[in-house]
């Protein structure tokens, strides 16, 4: 029971120093690791609390090392006993992309699994490795996953002497490297894999290094070796999967592209070079030397270009091992990565875990520094991580959900990769608008570049851009120049922007708006073609501007007559985006005058007696996974968030929550995309805490991560959980769910990166938020004096970024919040609403002016750079970050175990 004294003294602020960290055994490694490197990482990992500069008043007692350490994804397998153990104990090793450990840089993905003899072999991938047939290329076959699908590189394989009877596996979130242990029928083998964080390598920000370190092989496995396999380069691999022609590339007409080219140069480091049949080479270098393996690989370049850098790299990530000079560059790359974000702990074991090993993925995907995430720079559904016929942007939710959160996360540099990737495919946005459109409004595109002649001449900013359809490649994302009209949607591309948007408006960056200008401006634009008071769509002349019909995305109800509330909603948040930063960057666009008339007259949303409607005439009826007809609630549409509107919005989300079982319903849709995923459950917390149902937020989420793991299942596509009884369009459904190693998969397991990412920002937004009107701060909002969520009954974080470049932390115990603290980068009026905090208040410093208004709200004046505490007049709060105490056996629940391993939570 000391775990939960431990817990009632935390939650009484009375727990010492760094001792809540509650590391206990999560800090002992489930592998055990030797040699100069480990321990000269073990000597950083003594890192202390004040790894973070701490806020004026706010003392910050995490030992990040330590606190990681209990999030760590821990695997482990054994064969069954008996005279031959031939078998494995269920369910057996992670030989699989759903129960894998996983390691990244932005550019290069590896997948840590189990090979057919429980060995290890490491499945390699990169961001930018994909085929490139796109129309007009002779070889293209005019599907997407044929075309455009990324491409394996090979595995990286350890060949014991013996045969493996026991395997245990550590991600190690905090050094961002994977340690594992193999004992075999001839000794013990402790290796630790590594992909290169850092910035240095011959190929700088483009390098895709993996270091393995045998730092103990005993007894006969002194001989065991790593081998490096090719893969052919090519897309008609099995999807792992669905067997159906549109799930996997089948199309006869495919040709494969050349086998790749084996070399050794004269010093012994082994190459492979990959031809493709449209576009250039890329390639992969191997080498060993006392116990060291490195691997380096490279995207496609031009001529020979690929092959020689991956053989520099390879030389150089050798060299710099053996001397134990490139172990803490990368340490530090990561170390630093999570010192100079944010922290987050609740009292749910299973979802901080879920967290920080998201906010780890988050560092693999987009690379620790925003710098690094190949000629992709953005994820798809897998990335950086190879699964074949993979590869894909899904424009009318995935792509918008993986950034919900990471700006506010004070992972501001993350978002810059999704920016790039939408700069550097302007063209083909631009040469997606309606023939209609062109002419004087089209943008002054080239095959390399597209602008709107930004900032400057007379004629600027007369560009539309638009996404061509739903789904595309990381090649020509504008989906290959196809021309987006009623009734596909017209907004996907401004969704995406929103998330530029935020980040911008969470730092007051200048550079941010300039960047986004252009492309906010030019989507929101494509509108304006659209808008019309009088045409066929637009009914009964009501002085409106109204939208034509077009799909709701996966609404399965139809068009309706138009002003789909999807489109109202982007279109509106366009329109006033536009006309914002046009002031703030003092732009003077010729466009601006219509823009506002729009804006003031353009159609409201249509409704009924059960809240939003889809489009005018079609009311919400049919179970719908997505909230597309609640976006506007998403996006904080000012219409939509006043407290006459309010009655009508918590109708709508409850009406839509209602119908989330398609089972429930007397004439179910013939579609496995009807029922709720798991990013419904991740919106619906969201909404949820936006609107101050905080009981209802929390609920979601805690609801949906611990589904995902009954019996230590988890949304294992081989292991549906069915919740609904016998029906099987609910098991489908419930077949997704987070995996053992925390990826998501829909129905049978396809994956997509969307929901743990969305699911944080949820988190998030449960503990600060900012209203949609006036951006009042809410700390741990919905939270009254004295009541706690029944789920999170003890919270802390630090250096959550919101609305006006402020930092905010906060703790919150007992039904209270004990303190909270504000930073402002940009000097600026703050308002913060602390509905659990008793009043009278004070702040700190007390020469800080404040004025609480009558609805409760405190009301600060903040210089740039100036922070500012406030807690209960009267009391000695105890204003120290620390991580909330957590039991030993509630550590390190994710991860893929055998029967013996699953914690009983």
Same mark, same amino acid.
């Given at each position: ?745 829909? *129905? !049978? %397991?396809?994956? @997509? #990166?969307? $929901?743990?990412?969305? +699911?944080?920002?949820?988190? &998030?937004?449960?503990? /600060? =938020? ?11 909002? *919905? !939270? %009254?004096?004295? @009541? #706690?969520? $029944?789920?999170?009954? +003890?919270?802390?974080?630090? &250096?959550?970024?919101? /609305? =006006? ?101």
């Amino acid at each position: 029971m000391a775990w939960a004294l431990a817990l009632l003294a935390w939650a009484a602020c009375v727990c010492s120093s760094g001792a809540g960290s509650g590391a206990g055994s999560g800090a002992s490694d489930v592998t055990t690791a030797t040699g100069s490197q480990r321990s000269m990482s073990t000597a950083h990992d003594q890192g202390q609390a004040q790894d973070q500069p701490p806020h004026l008043g706010v003392d910050f007692q995490v030992s990040w090392p330590q606190f990681l350490a209990r999030s760590d994804l821990t695997s482990a397998w054994t064969r069954t006993t008996g005279p031959n153990r031939s078998g494995w104990v269920s369910p057996g090793p992670p030989f699989s992309y759903d129960t894998s450990g996983f390691l990244g840089n932005g550019n290069l993905g590896v997948l840590v699994q189990a090979d057919g003899n429980g060995s290890i072999t490491l499945v390699l991938g990169r961001t930018d490795v994909y085929d490139r047939r796109v129309p007009g290329s002779p070889f293209a076959t005019g599907e997407l996953l044929c075309d455009v699908a990324k491409l394996p590189i090979g595995n990286l394989t350890l060949h014991a002497v013996g045969r493996v009877l026991d395997g245990e596996m550590r991600v190690r979130l905090w050094d961002g490297e994977a340690t594992v242990n193999l004992t075999t029928s001839l000794g013990k083998i402790s290796t630790r894999i590594t992909v290169f964080g850092g910035s240095s390598a011959p190929s700088g920000g483009s390098s895709g290094i993996v270091v393995v370190s045998n730092d103990v092989a005993s007894g006969g496995e002194s001989a065991a070796v790593w081998r490096f396999t090719a893969a052919d380069a090519n897309a008609n691999l099995p999807h792992p999967v669905y067997s159906t022609e549109s799930y996997s590339c089948t199309n006869k007409r495919y040709k494969s592209n050349p086998p790749a080219v084996l070399s050794t140069t004269a010093d012994g480091i082994r190459t492979s070079e990959q031809a493709l049949l449209v576009g250039p080479r890329y390639a992969t270098a191997f080498a060993a030397a006392a116990g060291l393996t490195v691997l380096a690989t490279t995207g496609p370049l031009p001529g020979s270009t690929a092959l020689s850098r991956a053989t520099a790299d390879a030389r150089w990530a050798l060299h710099q091992a053996r001397r134990d000079a490139l172990f803490p560059e990368h340490y530090a790359a990561w170390h630093e990565f999570y010192t100079s974000g944010s922290f987050v702990s609740v009292s749910h074991p299973r979802l901080e875990q879920f967290y920080w090993i998201t906010q780890y993925k988050l560092g693999c995907g987009m690379g620790l520094r925003g710098d690094l995430a190949g000629d992709g720079g953005a994820m798809d559904h897998t990335s950086p991580w190879f699964l074949p016929n993979n590869g894909l942007f899904n424009w009318d939710l995935n792509i918008q959900m993986t950034w919900w959160g990471v700006a506010g996360a004070d992972r501001v540099s993350l978002v810059l990769p999704l920016l790039r990737f939408l700069e550097r495919n302007t063209p083909d946005f631009c040469a997606n608008v309606a023939a209609a459109a062109q002419g004087p409004h089209s943008c002054d595109c080239t095959t390399d570049n597209c602008t709107f002649r930004t900032l400057a001449g007379p004629s600027a900013h007369t560009g539309y851009v638009a996404v061509g359809r739903i789904e595309t490649g990381h090649h020509n994302p504008g989906d290959l120049n196809k021309s987006i009209v009623p009734p596909g949607p017209l907004g996907d591309l401004v969704w995406a922007l929103t998330n530029i948007e935020h980040a911008w408006r969470v730092t007051r960056n200048r550079s941010i708006a300039e960047r986004l200008y252009p492309l906010v401006s030019g989507a929101a634009n494509y509108y304006i073609h659209w808008l019309a008071k009088e045409a066929p769509w637009s009914g009964p002349a009501d002085g409106f501007y109204h939208l034509p019909p077009t799909f709701s995305p996966e609404y399965l109800g139809g068009p309706g007559d138009g002003d789909t509330s999807y489109e109202l909603a982007l279109c509106r948040w366009g329109l006033a985006t536009s006309l914002e930063l046009g002031i703030v960057l003092g732009i003077h666009d010729p466009r601006a005058a219509a823009w506002q008339d729009r804006l003031d007259n353009l159609a409201p949303y249509s409704v009924s007696s059960t809240g939003l409607d889809v489009a005018r005439n079609l009311p919400f009826d049919q179970p719908h996974r997505h909230f597309s007809h609640l976006l506007g609630v998403v996006l904080k549409d000012p219409t939509l968030h006043t407290p006459a509107s309010s009655p009508l919005v918590q109708l709508s989300i409850a009406h839509w929550r209602s119908l989330r079982d398609p089972c429930t319903m007397a004439a179910r849709p013939a579609s496995r995309d009807a029922g709720w995923v798991g990013f419904s459950y991740a919106a619906s917390a969201l909404l949820n805490a936006r609107l101050q149902n905080t009981e209802a937020a929390v609920a979601d989420l805690t609801w949906y991560v611990e589904r995902s793991a009954v019996e230590g299942k988890f949304g294992h596509r081989e292991s549906p959980v069915p919740i609904s009884g016998a029906c099987p369009l609910a098991t489908e459904q419930n077949g997704s769910g987070f995996f053992a190693n925390t990826f998501y998969g829909e *129905g !049978l %397991g396809d994956p @997509t #990166a969307e $929901t743990p990412f969305g +699911t944080c920002a949820a988190l &998030q937004e449960v503990l /600060v =938020g900012t209203s949609a009107v006036d951006e009042v701060i809410s700390v741990f909002p *919905g !939270l %009254g004096n004295g @009541t #706690a969520s $029944t789920s999170l009954s +003890t919270m802390c974080f630090h &250096q959550l970024r919101v /609305v =006006g470049a402020f930092l905010v932390s906060a703790c919150f115990a007992n039904g209270r919040t004990t303190f909270a603290s504000i930073h402002s980068e940009a000097g600026a009026r703050c308002r913060v609403e602390l509905p659990s905090m008793q009043q009278p208040l004070s702040v700190l410093p007390s020469t800080v002016p404040m004025n609480i208004s009558a609805g409760g709200i405190v009301e600060l004046e903040l210089k740039p750079g100036e922070n500012v505490t406030v807690y209960s007049t009267g009391t000695q709060p105890d204003l120290a970050i620390r991580a909330v105490p957590m039991a030993p056996y509630q550590e390190n629940f994710w991860g893929f175990k055998n029967s013996t391993h699953i914690r009983n939570q």
